[in-house]
């Protein structure tokens, strides 16, 4: 059974930081390209930020500089470390996994977990 269980999100003011954890189970972690996503209300799911199976990292421009993606292969984790937060990065926070050759394929997302950035 596949499960990705986001974790680690809350409240917190303008300019504070949060990590957020996803635990990978039921999925080949190490040959999985990771992902982390957010939807706000009333908005699309957005892309913030990708690393792939050997670590390259990709950002989408509102996060550059702000929001660091890592993984921990031996714990079947990836994480988003999010810094100088503002009030427009409130939104639920996805983790996805996606694995595009070879067998299997897939691609699954977590339950989501809340972040508010507020005062």
């Known amino acids: 059974q596949v499960q990705l269980v986001e974790s680690g999100g809350g409240l917190v003011q303008p300019g504070g930081s949060l990590r957020l954890s996803c635990a990978a189970s039921?999925?080949?972690?190490?040959?999985?390209?990771m992902g982390w996503y957010r939807q706000a209300p009333g908005k699309e799911r957005q892309l913030l930020a990708t690393?792939?199976?050997?670590?390259?990292?990709n950002y989408e421009d509102s996060v550059k500089g702000r929001f660091t993606i890592s993984r921990d292969n031996a714990k079947n984790t990836v994480y988003l470390q999010m810094n100088s937060l503002r009030p427009e990065d409130t939104a639920v926070y996805y983790c996805?996994?996606?694995?595009?050759?070879?067998?299997?394929?897939?691609?699954?997302w977590g339950q989501g977990t809340q972040v508010t950035v507020s005062s």
């Open positions: 690393i792939g199976t050997i670590g390259i990292t």
């Open positions: 039921g999925i080949i972690f190490s040959l999985s390209a």
């Open positions: 996805n996994a996606q694995k595009r050759s070879g067998e299997p394929r897939y691609d699954y």
